[in-house]
């Protein structure tokens, strides 16, 4: 059984995604700057910590939104040329 090639690309590519998202878990990096810092052999003190993991929350609903609106927005963009 042989796939196409979208699907060899949808698995590999939903593989090393789910790889990253476990070495950023196991290293407690999540936001920009902190994968920067990370990149660069540098720490984060422990006040620029805190403040990095109170915006994560944040971060989570505004990108939920966002994505909810740029959704909105494209269905009734294809709606609209659709009809």
């Known amino acids: 059984m042989s796939l196409d ?11 090393h995604l789910n790889l990253i998202e476990r070495r950023k878990k196991g290293f407690d990096i999540q936001t ?16 620029a910590k ?3 993991e109170g915006k994560r929350p944040y971060q989570k609903v505004l990108l939920a939104f966002g994505a909810g609106v740029v959704t909105l927005v494209l269905s009734l963009i294809f709606m609209y040329l659709l009809k």
């Open 50 to 52: 805190a403040r990095e």
């Open 32 to 47: 920009y700057r902190e994968i920067i810092a990370f990149i660069e052999g540098k720490r984060l003190d422990e006040i």
């Open 5 to 15: 090639f979208p699907d060899d690309f949808a698995l590999i590519l939903h593989l």
